[in-house]
């Protein structure tokens, strides 16, 4: 059984910084893409950041381009979201998604990925 488990989250003051973890387990990591989505209240779910299987590509949604990296250890079974420079607008739940069907791909689309975490909440204060 496959399973997500995201960590990291938290309140932080806006130009701070987070990351967030997510742990995966039953699935070959090594070979999935994994991304990272989030969803603000009242607010659709939307593409933040994903990487290929081989950490070799990566992709961003350009609202948090050049703040947010996100990279992966294969060896851990983890992937990571390194978030600075918050702004209350990042402030969401914050999703890990594994693809493991297309692990050289960098899907921006969240119907692409078959398993997801249960979301991590990120709050920034202004």
């Known amino acids: 059984q496959v399973q997500l488990a995201e960590s990291g989250g938290g309140l932080v003051q806006a130009g701070g910084s987070l990351r967030l973890a997510c742990q995966a387990s039953g699935l070959v990591f090594s070979g999935s893409a994994m991304a990272w989505f989030r969803q603000g209240s009242g607010m659709e779910r939307e593409f933040v950041a994903s990487i290929r299987y081989s950490a070799g590509s990566t992709f961003y949604a350009g609202s948090v381009k050049g703040r947010f990296t996100i990279s992966r250890d294969n060896d851990k079974n983890t992937v990571y979201l390194q978030m600075s420079s918050l702004t209350p607008d990042d402030t969401a739940v914050y999703y890990c998604?594994?693809?493991?069907?297309?692990?050289?791909?960098?899907?921006?689309?969240?119907?692409?990925?078959?398993?997801w975490g249960q979301g991590t909440q990120v709050t920034v204060s202004s």
């Open positions: 998604a594994a693809d493991p069907a297309y692990g050289i791909s960098v899907w921006t689309e969240a119907h692409m990925y078959q398993y």
